[in-house]
């Protein structure tokens, strides 16, 4: 289970998405069309590894372009999800970590 806490969303938000313009250059970003709900959901139907200090990550093919990954400033399907060890959300974006 994911848990979407006000911080990981906004930091979501912030900085991996075209609603803000983002704090830093390099940062992978969702489609403005993509339901983030939904890729949320569709991570927590994915076992996690470990991520280190206390975290956990999930990465998954969405099936669909979902953004644009920054290492490659290619469109990509692969969604990173991490979180806290208790499900806490940290952060998502699309590509690789």
Known sequence: M??????GW???LKHH???QPPKRAKKS?????????QLL???????PSGGGKNKLVRTFDAGHEVGIDYR????????TVITRANGDLITMFPGRR
Do not use: C, Y
């Open 41 to 47: 959901n569709e991570a927590a139907m994915h076992p």
């Open 17 to 19: 998405t075209g609603s």
């Open 10 to 12: 906004q930091h979501i």
């Open 29 to 37: 970003t969702f489609n403005d069309t993509e339901n983030l709900v």
């Open 2 to 7: 994911i848990n979407i806490t006000k911080r």
């Open 72 to 79: 490659t400033d290619k469109a990509t399907s692969i969604v």
